[in-house]
Protein backbone atom coordinates (compact mmCIF):
# COMPACT_ATOMS: atom_id res chain seq x y z
CA UNK A 1 0.00 0.00 0.00
CA UNK A 2 1.17 3.56 -0.66
CA UNK A 3 2.23 5.79 1.35
CA UNK A 4 -0.44 9.07 1.15
CA UNK A 5 0.49 12.39 1.13
CA UNK A 6 -0.80 15.67 0.74
CA UNK A 7 -0.14 17.75 -2.28
CA UNK A 8 -0.83 21.61 -1.53
CA UNK A 9 -1.80 23.73 -4.65
CA UNK A 10 -1.38 27.79 -4.28
CA UNK A 11 -2.11 29.89 -7.31
CA UNK A 12 -1.76 33.65 -6.43
CA UNK A 13 1.31 33.08 -5.09
CA UNK A 14 2.62 31.90 -8.10
CA UNK A 15 1.98 35.03 -9.62
CA UNK A 16 3.91 37.30 -7.07
CA UNK A 17 6.87 36.92 -8.93
CA UNK A 18 10.37 37.97 -6.97
CA UNK A 19 8.56 37.64 -3.69
CA UNK A 20 7.46 34.24 -4.36
CA UNK A 21 10.07 32.42 -2.07
CA UNK A 22 8.50 34.88 0.57
CA UNK A 23 5.32 33.96 0.27
CA UNK A 24 6.21 30.00 -0.17
CA UNK A 25 8.26 29.83 2.79
CA UNK A 26 5.22 32.03 4.68
CA UNK A 27 2.88 29.36 4.15
CA UNK A 28 4.91 26.51 4.90
CA UNK A 29 5.70 28.65 8.85
CA UNK A 30 1.70 28.55 8.70
CA UNK A 31 1.20 24.79 7.70
CA UNK A 32 3.74 23.78 10.41
CA UNK A 33 1.46 25.66 13.12
CA UNK A 34 -1.58 25.17 12.09
CA UNK A 35 -0.68 21.08 11.81
CA UNK A 36 1.01 20.77 14.87
CA UNK A 37 -2.57 18.91 16.32
CA UNK A 38 -1.29 16.08 14.20
CA UNK A 39 0.98 13.65 12.99
CA UNK A 40 2.91 15.87 11.05
CA UNK A 41 5.95 14.18 9.36
CA UNK A 42 7.30 17.08 6.70
CA UNK A 43 6.63 20.02 4.89
CA UNK A 44 8.32 20.88 1.99
CA UNK A 45 8.32 22.51 -1.28
CA UNK A 46 8.30 20.06 -4.20
CA UNK A 47 7.80 21.45 -7.90
CA UNK A 48 5.47 24.67 -7.56
CA UNK A 49 3.57 22.65 -4.88
CA UNK A 50 3.92 21.76 -1.03
CA UNK A 51 4.72 18.48 0.15
CA UNK A 52 3.06 17.54 3.37
CA UNK A 53 3.60 13.99 4.89
CA UNK A 54 2.48 12.17 8.08
CA UNK A 55 5.18 10.85 10.68
CA UNK A 56 2.92 6.95 9.93
CA UNK A 57 3.10 8.03 6.54
CA UNK A 58 -0.65 8.34 5.96
CA UNK A 59 -2.54 11.68 5.79
CA UNK A 60 -5.56 11.50 7.49
CA UNK A 61 -8.21 13.39 6.02
CA UNK A 62 -8.77 15.46 9.31
CA UNK A 63 -5.71 16.80 8.37
CA UNK A 64 -6.29 17.62 4.45
CA UNK A 65 -9.09 19.32 5.86
CA UNK A 66 -7.41 21.53 8.37
CA UNK A 67 -4.86 22.48 5.59
CA UNK A 68 -7.42 23.14 3.17
CA UNK A 69 -8.27 26.23 6.00
CA UNK A 70 -5.46 27.71 5.57
CA UNK A 71 -5.16 31.15 3.91
CA UNK A 72 -3.22 30.86 0.60
CA UNK A 73 -3.99 27.17 -0.07
CA UNK A 74 -6.31 27.18 -3.41
CA UNK A 75 -6.26 23.18 -3.19
CA UNK A 76 -5.52 20.75 -1.74
CA UNK A 77 -5.26 16.62 -2.81
CA UNK A 78 -4.98 13.72 -1.15
CA UNK A 79 -1.99 11.68 -3.43
CA UNK A 80 -0.68 8.36 -3.35
CA UNK A 81 3.40 8.76 -3.36
CA UNK A 82 4.79 5.66 -5.47
CA UNK A 83 8.31 4.85 -6.72
CA UNK A 84 9.08 5.04 -10.71
CA UNK A 85 7.26 1.46 -11.42
CA UNK A 86 4.66 1.66 -14.00
CA UNK A 87 2.31 -1.22 -12.56
CA UNK A 88 2.67 0.31 -8.87
CA UNK A 89 1.70 4.14 -9.89
CA UNK A 90 -1.03 2.57 -12.20
CA UNK A 91 -2.42 0.85 -9.15
CA UNK A 92 -2.28 3.88 -7.56
CA UNK A 93 -4.12 5.31 -10.29
CA UNK A 94 -6.69 2.99 -10.05
CA UNK A 95 -7.33 3.73 -6.18
CA UNK A 96 -7.37 7.52 -6.86
CA UNK A 97 -10.22 7.53 -9.75
CA UNK A 98 -12.11 4.82 -7.83
CA UNK A 99 -11.93 7.32 -4.72
CA UNK A 100 -12.87 10.23 -6.97
CA UNK A 101 -16.83 9.96 -6.50
CA UNK A 102 -19.50 10.02 -9.51
CA UNK A 103 -18.03 10.47 -13.22
CA UNK A 104 -18.68 8.98 -16.36
CA UNK A 105 -15.07 10.57 -18.63
CA UNK A 106 -11.58 10.92 -17.40
CA UNK A 107 -8.66 11.48 -18.86
CA UNK A 108 -4.88 10.92 -17.40
CA UNK A 109 -2.16 14.11 -17.25
CA UNK A 110 0.97 13.08 -16.38
CA UNK A 111 3.84 15.97 -15.28
CA UNK A 112 7.32 15.59 -15.42
CA UNK A 113 9.78 17.88 -13.36
CA UNK A 114 13.36 18.00 -12.88
CA UNK A 115 14.04 13.95 -13.17
CA UNK A 116 15.84 11.59 -15.91
CA UNK A 117 13.33 9.42 -15.75
CA UNK A 118 13.10 7.05 -19.38
CA UNK A 119 9.70 7.68 -20.08
CA UNK A 120 7.88 10.46 -21.52
CA UNK A 121 4.33 12.42 -20.46
CA UNK A 122 2.86 11.32 -23.64
CA UNK A 123 3.98 7.52 -22.79
CA UNK A 124 3.24 7.58 -19.20
CA UNK A 125 -0.81 8.85 -20.01
CA UNK A 126 -0.93 6.38 -22.75
CA UNK A 127 0.37 3.25 -20.02
CA UNK A 128 -1.48 4.90 -16.76
CA UNK A 129 -4.83 4.83 -19.43
CA UNK A 130 -4.68 1.53 -20.88
CA UNK A 131 -4.93 0.42 -17.12
CA UNK A 132 -7.66 2.92 -16.22
CA UNK A 133 -9.67 1.84 -19.22
CA UNK A 134 -9.05 -1.88 -18.16
CA UNK A 135 -10.17 -0.84 -14.59
CA UNK A 136 -13.31 1.15 -15.40
CA UNK A 137 -14.93 -0.27 -19.03
CA UNK A 138 -17.79 1.70 -18.74
CA UNK A 139 -16.23 5.02 -18.60
CA UNK A 140 -14.97 6.71 -21.40
CA UNK A 141 -11.77 8.95 -22.22
CA UNK A 142 -12.15 12.21 -22.98
CA UNK A 143 -9.86 14.77 -23.68
CA UNK A 144 -11.52 17.65 -23.33
CA UNK A 145 -13.55 18.63 -19.98
CA UNK A 146 -13.52 15.47 -18.65
CA UNK A 147 -15.24 14.54 -15.05
CA UNK A 148 -12.24 13.61 -13.59
CA UNK A 149 -8.34 13.80 -14.17
CA UNK A 150 -5.86 11.46 -12.87
CA UNK A 151 -2.83 13.51 -12.05
CA UNK A 152 0.76 11.92 -12.51
CA UNK A 153 3.44 14.07 -11.09
CA UNK A 154 6.85 12.46 -11.71
CA UNK A 155 9.35 14.60 -9.46
CA UNK A 156 13.00 12.77 -8.61
CA UNK A 157 12.38 9.19 -7.70
CA UNK A 158 8.90 9.82 -6.87
CA UNK A 159 5.84 9.38 -8.36
CA UNK A 160 2.60 11.23 -6.90
CA UNK A 161 -0.77 10.36 -8.32
CA UNK A 162 -4.21 11.93 -7.54
CA UNK A 163 -7.28 12.38 -8.70
CA UNK A 164 -9.89 14.25 -6.35
CA UNK A 165 -9.03 17.49 -4.88
CA UNK A 166 -10.59 19.55 -2.01
CA UNK A 167 -11.28 23.47 -2.65
CA UNK A 168 -9.13 25.80 -0.24
CA UNK A 169 -9.82 28.98 1.24
CA UNK A 170 -7.47 30.79 -1.26
CA UNK A 171 -5.67 34.44 -0.37
CA UNK A 172 -2.71 34.76 0.90
CA UNK A 173 -0.30 33.45 3.62
CA UNK A 174 -0.59 35.36 6.96
CA UNK A 175 1.71 37.37 7.65
CA UNK A 176 2.16 38.47 3.83
CA UNK A 177 0.52 42.18 4.12
CA UNK A 178 1.52 43.02 7.52
CA UNK A 179 -0.93 43.53 10.56
CA UNK A 180 -4.11 45.42 11.13
CA UNK A 181 -6.19 45.57 14.70
CA UNK A 182 -9.90 44.85 14.08
CA UNK A 183 -12.80 45.79 15.84
CA UNK A 184 -14.69 42.96 17.11
CA UNK A 185 -17.80 42.56 18.93
CA UNK A 186 -19.46 39.45 18.95
CA UNK A 187 -22.20 39.77 16.31
CA UNK A 188 -21.74 38.48 12.65
CA UNK A 189 -20.32 40.90 10.94
CA UNK A 190 -16.74 41.82 12.33
CA UNK A 191 -15.85 38.34 13.23
CA UNK A 192 -16.46 37.76 9.22
CA UNK A 193 -14.57 40.88 8.53
CA UNK A 194 -11.63 40.03 10.13
CA UNK A 195 -11.50 36.51 8.72
CA UNK A 196 -11.72 38.49 5.34
CA UNK A 197 -8.49 40.05 5.60
CA UNK A 198 -6.52 37.81 7.58
CA UNK A 199 -7.35 35.84 4.66
CA UNK A 200 -5.65 38.30 2.20
CA UNK A 201 -2.54 37.83 4.51
CA UNK A 202 -2.95 40.46 7.48
CA UNK A 203 -1.84 39.76 11.22
CA UNK A 204 -4.83 40.68 12.85
CA UNK A 205 -5.03 41.40 16.26
CA UNK A 206 -8.47 42.07 17.36
CA UNK A 207 -10.03 44.66 20.11
CA UNK A 208 -13.21 43.98 21.82
CA UNK A 209 -14.88 46.67 24.28
CA UNK A 210 -16.79 45.18 26.73
CA UNK A 211 -19.61 47.10 29.09
CA UNK A 212 -17.54 45.62 32.01
CA UNK A 213 -17.99 46.51 35.22
CA UNK A 214 -21.61 47.65 33.92
CA UNK A 215 -22.30 44.23 32.50
CA UNK A 216 -21.19 41.31 32.61
CA UNK A 217 -17.97 40.08 31.03
CA UNK A 218 -20.00 37.60 28.80
CA UNK A 219 -19.31 39.26 25.32
CA UNK A 220 -15.83 38.94 26.40
CA UNK A 221 -15.90 35.22 26.46
CA UNK A 222 -18.27 34.86 23.04
CA UNK A 223 -14.85 37.11 21.36
CA UNK A 224 -12.61 34.80 23.45
CA UNK A 225 -14.75 31.59 21.72
CA UNK A 226 -14.95 33.17 17.91
CA UNK A 227 -10.86 33.96 18.30
CA UNK A 228 -10.56 30.60 18.76
CA UNK A 229 -12.54 29.51 15.94
CA UNK A 230 -10.80 31.74 13.79
CA UNK A 231 -7.19 30.68 15.43
CA UNK A 232 -7.24 27.91 13.04
CA UNK A 233 -6.42 29.43 9.65
CA UNK A 234 -3.56 31.23 11.51
CA UNK A 235 -4.94 34.68 11.90
CA UNK A 236 -5.43 35.89 14.99
CA UNK A 237 -2.31 37.12 17.14
CA UNK A 238 -3.80 38.14 20.15
CA UNK A 239 -7.14 39.47 21.15
CA UNK A 240 -7.30 43.03 23.40
CA UNK A 241 -9.97 43.75 25.49
CA UNK A 242 -11.18 47.15 26.53
CA UNK A 243 -13.67 47.35 29.87
CA UNK A 244 -15.33 50.22 28.72
CA UNK A 245 -18.55 50.35 30.67
CA UNK A 246 -17.68 52.80 33.44
CA UNK A 247 -16.49 55.45 30.92
CA UNK A 248 -19.97 54.74 28.89
CA UNK A 249 -21.38 55.85 31.57
CA UNK A 250 -19.78 59.15 32.06
CA UNK A 251 -20.03 60.15 28.04
CA UNK A 252 -24.26 58.62 28.64
CA UNK A 253 -24.08 61.66 31.15
CA UNK A 254 -22.53 64.27 29.49
CA UNK A 255 -23.72 63.96 25.79
CA UNK A 256 -27.51 64.28 24.14
CA UNK A 257 -29.01 60.89 24.26
CA UNK A 258 -28.76 60.84 20.24
CA UNK A 259 -25.35 61.04 19.80
CA UNK A 260 -24.25 58.52 22.60
CA UNK A 261 -23.86 55.83 19.88
CA UNK A 262 -21.47 57.75 17.81
CA UNK A 263 -19.79 59.19 20.44
CA UNK A 264 -18.65 55.59 21.96
CA UNK A 265 -17.59 54.62 18.40
CA UNK A 266 -15.28 57.48 18.11
CA UNK A 267 -13.86 56.29 21.64
CA UNK A 268 -13.70 53.43 20.31
CA UNK A 269 -12.21 54.20 17.36
CA UNK A 270 -9.66 56.43 18.75
CA UNK A 271 -8.47 53.61 21.27
CA UNK A 272 -7.99 50.59 18.78
CA UNK A 273 -5.66 53.27 16.68
CA UNK A 274 -3.67 54.05 19.75
CA UNK A 275 -3.13 50.60 20.19
CA UNK A 276 -3.05 49.60 16.42
CA UNK A 277 0.22 52.17 16.75
CA UNK A 278 1.87 50.79 19.66
CA UNK A 279 0.96 47.48 18.16
CA UNK A 280 2.50 48.54 14.80
CA UNK A 281 0.01 47.73 12.46
CA UNK A 282 -1.03 50.17 9.96
CA UNK A 283 -4.77 49.89 9.62
CA UNK A 284 -8.03 48.92 11.31
CA UNK A 285 -11.12 46.87 9.98
CA UNK A 286 -14.92 46.86 10.76
CA UNK A 287 -17.26 45.00 10.12
CA UNK A 288 -19.73 48.00 8.72
CA UNK A 289 -21.69 46.82 6.01
CA UNK A 290 -23.65 50.40 4.76
CA UNK A 291 -26.66 51.24 5.77
CA UNK A 292 -27.08 47.96 7.97
CA UNK A 293 -28.25 49.53 10.65
CA UNK A 294 -28.96 53.84 12.12
CA UNK A 295 -25.28 53.68 12.79
CA UNK A 296 -23.70 52.76 9.24
CA UNK A 297 -25.19 55.74 7.00
CA UNK A 298 -21.98 57.75 5.36
CA UNK A 299 -22.76 60.66 7.72
CA UNK A 300 -22.42 58.29 10.84
CA UNK A 301 -19.13 56.82 9.37
CA UNK A 302 -18.07 60.25 8.05
CA UNK A 303 -18.65 61.52 11.68
CA UNK A 304 -16.55 58.72 13.06
CA UNK A 305 -13.90 58.52 10.75
CA UNK A 306 -12.82 61.53 11.39
CA UNK A 307 -11.17 60.58 14.61
CA UNK A 308 -8.61 58.68 13.05
CA UNK A 309 -5.58 59.49 10.13
CA UNK A 310 -5.16 55.53 9.94
CA UNK A 311 -6.95 53.82 7.09
CA UNK A 312 -10.42 51.82 8.24
CA UNK A 313 -11.02 49.02 6.30
CA UNK A 314 -14.34 47.84 5.80
CA UNK A 315 -13.98 44.70 4.02
CA UNK A 316 -18.43 43.84 4.13
CA UNK A 317 -19.53 47.70 3.30
CA UNK A 318 -20.82 46.48 -0.07
CA UNK A 319 -21.95 42.78 1.38
CA UNK A 320 -25.51 41.72 2.34
CA UNK A 321 -26.44 39.98 5.59
CA UNK A 322 -27.67 36.98 4.10
CA UNK A 323 -24.22 36.77 2.42
CA UNK A 324 -22.65 37.60 5.77
CA UNK A 325 -24.32 35.12 7.42
CA UNK A 326 -23.39 32.33 5.04
CA UNK A 327 -19.55 32.90 5.47
CA UNK A 328 -19.82 32.93 9.07
CA UNK A 329 -21.47 29.23 8.57
CA UNK A 330 -18.35 28.32 6.91
CA UNK A 331 -15.68 30.14 9.32
CA UNK A 332 -17.21 28.53 12.16
CA UNK A 333 -18.63 31.91 13.85
CA UNK A 334 -22.03 31.93 13.10
CA UNK A 335 -23.37 29.96 16.47
CA UNK A 336 -21.51 32.26 18.79
CA UNK A 337 -22.59 35.26 16.75
CA UNK A 338 -26.10 33.91 16.92
CA UNK A 339 -25.72 34.06 20.78
CA UNK A 340 -27.71 37.64 22.22
CA UNK A 341 -25.44 39.30 25.18
CA UNK A 342 -25.16 42.33 26.27
CA UNK A 343 -21.72 44.41 25.19
CA UNK A 344 -20.66 48.10 25.03
CA UNK A 345 -23.37 48.69 22.37
CA UNK A 346 -26.30 47.69 24.38
CA UNK A 347 -25.15 49.96 27.32
CA UNK A 348 -27.02 53.25 27.93
CA UNK A 349 -28.66 52.73 24.31
CA UNK A 350 -30.84 55.93 23.38
CA UNK A 351 -33.88 55.30 22.22
CA UNK A 352 -33.87 57.55 19.42
CA UNK A 353 -30.13 57.16 17.57
CA UNK A 354 -28.98 59.90 15.26
CA UNK A 355 -29.16 58.29 11.91
CA UNK A 356 -27.45 61.30 10.04
CA UNK A 357 -25.25 63.21 12.45
CA UNK A 358 -23.95 67.01 11.81
CA UNK A 359 -20.73 67.30 12.54
CA UNK A 360 -21.13 70.07 14.48
CA UNK A 361 -23.28 69.05 17.20
CA UNK A 362 -21.28 65.47 17.27
CA UNK A 363 -18.29 68.01 17.96
CA UNK A 364 -20.15 70.10 20.47
CA UNK A 365 -20.72 66.50 22.39
CA UNK A 366 -17.24 65.69 21.79
CA UNK A 367 -15.92 68.69 23.71
CA UNK A 368 -18.24 68.17 26.61
CA UNK A 369 -16.21 65.53 28.72
CA UNK A 370 -12.32 65.53 28.62
CA UNK A 371 -11.78 62.65 25.78
CA UNK A 372 -8.25 62.68 25.80
CA UNK A 373 -8.04 61.53 29.38
CA UNK A 374 -10.67 59.03 28.77
CA UNK A 375 -8.87 57.77 25.65
CA UNK A 376 -5.37 57.44 27.42
CA UNK A 377 -7.14 56.11 30.26
CA UNK A 378 -8.52 53.60 28.58
CA UNK A 379 -5.50 52.43 26.74
CA UNK A 380 -3.85 52.44 30.17
CA UNK A 381 -6.46 49.43 31.20
CA UNK A 382 -6.18 47.27 28.34
CA UNK A 383 -6.09 43.33 28.91
CA UNK A 384 -5.17 41.15 26.77
CA UNK A 385 -4.55 36.84 25.69
CA UNK A 386 -2.50 35.97 23.55
CA UNK A 387 -3.09 32.98 20.99
CA UNK A 388 -0.31 30.42 19.69
CA UNK A 389 -1.62 29.74 16.34
CA UNK A 390 -0.29 32.58 14.60
CA UNK A 391 3.22 32.14 13.85
CA UNK A 392 3.77 35.78 11.92
CA UNK A 393 2.39 37.96 14.84
CA UNK A 394 4.97 39.87 17.18
CA UNK A 395 3.93 41.37 20.41
CA UNK A 396 5.09 45.22 20.99
CA UNK A 397 7.75 46.17 23.25
CA UNK A 398 5.98 47.53 25.49
CA UNK A 399 3.21 44.79 26.63
CA UNK A 400 5.69 41.78 25.44
CA UNK A 401 4.60 39.60 27.95
CA UNK A 402 2.74 36.95 27.32
CA UNK A 403 -0.77 36.25 28.29
CA UNK A 404 -2.53 32.40 28.68
CA UNK A 405 -5.37 34.25 30.48
CA UNK A 406 -6.86 37.71 29.83
CA UNK A 407 -4.99 39.47 32.35
CA UNK A 408 -4.21 43.67 32.40
CA UNK A 409 -1.83 44.70 29.32
CA UNK A 410 0.01 46.69 32.69
CA UNK A 411 1.01 44.94 35.65
CA UNK A 412 1.91 46.90 38.90
CA UNK A 413 5.25 47.57 39.34
CA UNK A 414 5.57 46.20 43.03
CA UNK A 415 4.25 42.81 41.09
CA UNK A 416 6.40 43.19 37.70
CA UNK A 417 10.01 43.40 39.98
CA UNK A 418 8.23 40.37 42.22
CA UNK A 419 7.66 42.23 45.79
CA UNK A 420 3.98 42.06 45.86
P1 LIG B 1 -21.24 43.26 14.20
O1 LIG B 1 -22.12 42.20 13.66
O2 LIG B 1 -19.81 43.13 13.81
O3 LIG B 1 -21.45 43.47 15.69
P2 LIG B 1 -23.18 45.23 13.65
O4 LIG B 1 -23.94 44.97 12.41
O5 LIG B 1 -23.79 44.84 14.95
O6 LIG B 1 -21.73 44.59 13.51
P3 LIG B 1 -22.53 47.77 14.76
O7 LIG B 1 -22.96 47.30 16.09
O8 LIG B 1 -22.99 49.09 14.24
O9 LIG B 1 -22.88 46.77 13.60
O10 LIG B 1 -20.96 47.75 14.72
C1 LIG B 1 -20.22 48.16 13.58
C2 LIG B 1 -18.79 47.74 13.75
O11 LIG B 1 -18.21 48.40 14.89
C3 LIG B 1 -18.64 46.27 14.07
O12 LIG B 1 -18.65 45.47 12.90
C4 LIG B 1 -17.32 46.22 14.76
O13 LIG B 1 -16.24 46.27 13.83
C5 LIG B 1 -17.34 47.52 15.56
N1 LIG B 1 -17.87 47.24 16.90
C6 LIG B 1 -19.14 47.29 17.32
N2 LIG B 1 -19.24 46.96 18.61
C7 LIG B 1 -18.00 46.69 19.05
C8 LIG B 1 -17.42 46.27 20.29
N3 LIG B 1 -18.17 46.07 21.37
N4 LIG B 1 -16.07 46.09 20.35
C9 LIG B 1 -15.31 46.27 19.26
N5 LIG B 1 -15.78 46.66 18.06
C10 LIG B 1 -17.12 46.86 17.95
MG1 LIG C 1 -22.87 44.69 16.80
Not at 54 to 60: E, H, Q
Request: hydrophobic share 40%; with cysteine.
Amino acid sequence: MPNRVCLVHYHEIGLKGKNRSTFENQLVTNLHRALRPFDLGEIKRVSGHILVTAASGRVSEEMAGAISQVPGVARVSLAYLCGLDVQEYSAAAVKALSEFGEFSSFKVHARRSATAYELHTLEINQLVGEVLCAAFPDKKVEMHNPDATVYVLVVQGSVYVYAASQVGVGGLPVGTAGKVVTLLSSGFDSPVATWMVGRRGATCVPVHFSGRPMTSDMSEWLCRDICDALAPSGTIGRLYVVPFGERQREISLAVPQSLRIITYRRVMLAVSERIARIEGAKALVTGESLGQVASQTLDNIAAVNEMVSMPVLRPLIGSDKQEIMRRAEQIGTYDLSSQAVEDCCTLFMPRRPETHARLEAVHAAWDSFDHDAMIDDLVEHVEYLDFDQCPSYRAPKRWRRHHRELGPAVVPAETENGTE
